[in-house]
């Protein structure tokens, strides 16, 4: 396909999660008029967006395949941030700690020898005096991501979309899209106001993309993520310029923690044989089993040291994963007009801004121009 001006084309986003308010923002910023569809309101708190917080990664447990995406965020994670004056990622560094045996643990290394990325290498003593906020056995090691950090989550989204906004493109909160019908000619759009038409759509929907019949070729399913936040009488190991981001794992899962974004609570998650399907993204459940709360806790107790190891507020937020854990990003048409920017698996935070952008040239250009071929969403098509 053929590069298309800007002011020949007419773009819905479906969906404003990260991905969506990245498109949205790429979109407007080259003059493409732009109308962003939510069924909630930006940053809610049901989607993979809410809890404020995410891991910033760079030698990352998922392989070498995201770094290049990683890199070519960076500078739009500068964009974003000195044009809504807010600071979205801050670079703490990211510390993953477990047995040097341990699955995730051999991937990072992996991942960082094979692209040279600096990852600093500690034993489990020397780890245990240098963070005693954490707890690491004698067998476990400590690797060192210096360049990894936190993203506030909330404030991305918000920031995309108000600058989105600010560039021309119009926001539809409160609207759910509920089918999308493209042609050779373009897009049909239906929400309960009645059909839109469009030139181009870019389907970032989230949990509730396996609703769209447009999408349900494609194995979306949407898994519920619990995220807590525990107290503890002395905030200051986990809270500052000098607290990281931690990632333990263990036989069945892991636990992550985060620096304090308030000054009074530090947060963390638990993942123990991965996270549940939901059956009705609408119906989100809020709480968490008991089983899963008292793992939450043992988890919290053997990882963090100083901390009150019950919760004092658990959220319950939603994803949309694929079988293979790698997120969707191209055309489901043969004509390039419906674009699918989903299924991330609760691993794609990190490099939404280059998302967004390829996005945004899939629109304009008709090819991505970015690494993006492994997230393909025809390899489930065929």
Same mark, same amino acid.
């Given at each position: 396909?053929?590069?298309? #001006? ?28 732009? @109308? ?11 989607? $993979? ?18 770094? /290049? ?30 047995? /040097? ?16 990325? &600096? ?35 909330? !404030? @991305?989204?918000? $920031? ?18 509920? $089918? ?12 309960? !106001?009645?059909?839109?038409?469009? @030139? ?87 709480? =968490?089993?008991?089983?899963? =709360? ?28 694929? &079988? ?9 048409? #043969? ?22 952008? $390829? ?14 071929? !492994?997230?393909? /969403? ?5």
């Amino acid at each position: 396909m053929s590069a298309q #001006p800007a002011s020949s084309l007419n773009v819905a986003v479906v969906g404003a999660g990260v991905m969506g308010a990245m498109a949205a923002w790429r979109l407007a910023r080259r003059g493409v008029p732009v @109308t962003l569809f939510e069924r909630h309101a930006p940053a809610h708190d049901r989607g $993979a967006a809410g809890g404020d917080t995410r891991i910033f990664r760079v030698a990352c447990k998922e392989g070498a395949a995201h770094v /290049p995406l990683i890199r070519a965020g960076l500078p739009l994670w500068a964009e974003l941030e000195a044009a809504s004056n807010r600071k979205l990622l801050t670079r703490t560094g990211v510390a993953s700690i477990g047995l /040097p045996g341990h699955d995730s643990m051999r991937a990072t290394l992996a991942t960082a020898r094979e692209l040279g990325l &600096p990852l600093e290498v500690l034993d489990g003593a020397t780890a245990a005096a240098r963070y005693p906020q954490f707890r690491v056995a004698p067998d476990e090691c400590l690797y060192l991501d210096p360049d990894g950090g936190v993203i506030r989550a909330d !404030h @991305t989204v918000l $920031a995309a979309v108000a600058q989105a906004e600010s560039l021309g493109a119009r926001l539809r909160a409160g609207t759910a899209v509920r $089918a999308l019908e493209p042609d050779a000619g373009g897009i049909t759009l239906r929400t309960d !106001h009645g059909p839109e038409r469009y @030139t181009h759509v870019v389907a970032a929907p989230g949990g509730w993309g396996h609703r769209l019949a447009a999408l349900s070729a494609l194995p979306l399913t949407p898994r519920r993520i619990a995220l807590s936040w525990f107290a503890a009488p002395d905030m200051t190991p986990f809270a500052g310029d000098r607290a990281l981001v931690m990632m333990r794992v263990f036989p069945d899962g892991y636990f992550n923690c985060f620096p304090s974004a308030d000054g009074a609570t530090l947060k963390g998650s638990c993942n123990a044989g991965g996270w549940p399907a939901v059956d009705d993204p609408d119906a989100l459940p809020r709480d =968490l089993p008991e089983a899963e =709360l008292a793992r939450l806790r043992a988890a919290a107790a053997q990882s963090l040291r100083g901390i009150y190891p019950d919760p004092v507020r658990v959220g319950i937020y939603m994803d949309a994963f694929t &079988p293979d854990g790698e997120g969707l990003l191209g055309p489901l048409d #043969p004509a390039g007009r419906l674009i699918v920017a989903c299924g991330f698996s609760g691993h794609g935070f990190k490099f939404a801004p280059a998302i967004g952008e $390829a996005a945004a040239r899939l629109v304009l250009d008709g090819r991505a121009g970015l690494p993006v071929a !492994h997230l393909d /969403p025809t390899r489930y098509l065929h």
